[in-house]
């Protein structure tokens, strides 16, 4: 008989989130995080419904996908049998919100995994040239949606457990926990970036929105707990999204190209770094670690 090493790997072992499905927000490139999140779930059996907002992209240096070719490398890395869907929506509008909630749990009949990937780039600033119109526009996209779309989910959980949707607290009040629970009811991911590690320059308007989702990690993350659900926040370190790409940059590459070599690894993130940092903290393995803000980054935060 082959040794327990040797014998293949179950089911359950090579596909763990099978059963579940996720939400990411933000995938429209394949270049993107977004896009490297979806189908490592994907290939843990995930079922997987992706938001995107193509129109953000096409204004990018980096440009836009076609969205036919983004499902089919999603597609090309479920399980039989998986099921994807997919909606457009400018999450800087409060309304998108819940019709994209309501559309992703239609996908299986239920929701498991949130994934708060959406981000605002590009039209950002120094503090000599910040404008209130700046400031509002990546609070809304990068923060203000995260929190709502939480919300949304963390709502549809307390009704599911037969708790109240709704919970008027007053600071220093607890909503009341529902538990406890054998294992996590879902997952939530955010995403926040170096602004604790180092100077953000030109990126004060983006930056202050991912610096509130850091924050406010530990505060959401005790909260959800009282319906079981885990949230962790992940910063990615630099990753290249086609931004470092000759064809794709908008800026001077030489300084970078000379500096790589100096890296602990001669690199930048690739998009599936992150991702499987994600995916881990989604399954059943990762579930131990709750209300961290987590840098995955190859070493650059430490200089």
């Known amino acids: 008989m ?50 995107h907002y193509r129109p953000h992209d096409l204004a990018q240096p980096t440009g836009a996908d076609d969205l036919d070719e983004v499902r089919a490398g999603v597609r090309a890395v479920q399980a039989p049998g998986a099921r994807l869907g997919d909606r457009s929506a400018d999450l800087r509008a409060p309304d998108t919100i819940e019709p994209l909630l309501d559309a992703a749990t239609a996908l299986t009949g239920h929701l498991d995994i949130l994934v708060c990937n959406q981000a605002m780039s590009g039209t950002d600033g120094s503090i000599y040239d910040m404008t209130p119109d700046r400031l509002d526009a990546h609070w809304q996209a990068n923060a203000r949606a995260s929190l709502l779309l939480t919300a949304g989910f963390a709502r549809r959980r307390r009704r599911e457990l037969g708790g109240d949707d709704a919970v008027a607290a007053r600071p220093g009040d607890r ?36 610096a509130a989702l850091a924050g406010i990690t530990r505060t959401v993350a005790a909260e959800l707990l009282e319906v079981g659900l885990v949230l962790n926040t992940v910063d990615p370190g630099p990753v ?44 059943d393995a990762g579930s131990w670690v709750v209300g961290q803000v987590l840098t995955t980054d190859g070493g650059f935060s430490l200089g």
């Not at 790997?9 to 996720?22: C, D, I, K, M, Y």
């Not at 500096?259 to 881990?280: C, H, K, M, N, S």
């Open 2 to 51: 082959p040794s327990s090493a040797s014998a293949p790997s179950s089911a359950a072992e090579t596909r763990p989130l099978t059963g579940r499905t996720a939400l990411i927000t933000g995938v429209s490139r394949r270049r993107g995080i977004g896009y490297g999140v979806a189908t490592a779930l994907a290939a843990l059996g995930a079922d997987v419904f992706l938001h």
């Open 175 to 210: 909503g009341g926990s529902l538990g406890p629970f054998s294992a996590p009811t879902g997952h939530v991911i955010w995403m926040t970036s170096g602004q604790a590690h180092g100077a953000m320059r030109g990126e004060v308007a983006y930056a202050t929105s991912k």
């Open 240 to 283: 290249n999204t086609g931004y470092l790409d000759p064809e794709t940059t908008d800026r001077d590459l030489s300084e970078h190209l000379a500096w790589l070599p100096t890296t602990p690894f001669g690199r930048v993130g690739r998009i599936e770094d992150p991702a499987r940092l994600i995916a881990w903290l989604c399954s």
